[in-house]
């Protein structure tokens, strides 16, 4: 098994951590892994993301041309990675804020209103952690409860009472895929 994938948006939604979670999930798998993050010098509100490989075998180069999963929180993410999406690929794009939705008939599309949902939870930033479960119910690279672990690794331990409300927004994210698939 090789997953490459991109996750991809604006700085400060959470677009860095998600990959690194997914990285640290990967790991504690025993999988190899790649974290490439990339953001521009605003940080915040500019453009950010990041690419992972998570591999059962040696992963080669960090550079990636072509993705299996392109994960897009915005329009100018989904507009730059769309066609960087590999023929069968996934892509996995935020319905809420993203006015003009996928184009390509080669691959499988699965729209989730993260931003929406995380309002309804009272937290608008979950939205990554809703994007996160999507991603893993659309993909399984790793286990839920692997997920739920590297999260807690991730997360700075001065915000671990955020782990309940995170681990139900990435549950709500699983859910959200399910219907989205149906």
Request: hydrophobic share 40%.
């Amino acid at each position: 098994m090789k997953e490459e994938i991109v996750f991809a948006g604006f700085g400060g939604q959470g677009v860095l951590t998600m990959g690194l979670i997914l990285s640290y999930a990967g790991m504690i798998e025993g999988k190899e892994i790649c974290w490439m993050p990339s953001y521009g010098p605003e940080m915040r509100g500019g453009t950010a993301n990041c690419q992972v490989t998570v591999s059962d075998d040696k992963v080669s180069s960090p550079i990636l041309s072509q993705y299996d999963t392109v994960v897009a929180l915005n329009q100018p993410s989904l507009d730059k990675f769309e066609d960087k999406l590999k023929s069968g690929g996934v892509l996995i794009w935020e319905s809420t804020n993203i006015s003009k939705g996928p184009s390509r008939k080669d691959i499988t599309s699965i729209g989730i209103p993260a931003a929406e949902e995380a309002v309804k939870m009272d937290n608008p930033k979950v939205l990554n952690m809703i994007v996160l479960g999507a991603y893993l119910e659309a993909k399984g690279v790793v286990k839920f409860d692997t997920l739920k672990a590297a999260l807690k690794k991730v997360l700075p331990e001065r915000h671990h009472h955020m782990l309940p409300l995170n681990e139900k927004a990435m549950e709500k994210g699983v859910e959200l895929a399910k219907a989205a698939k149906s």
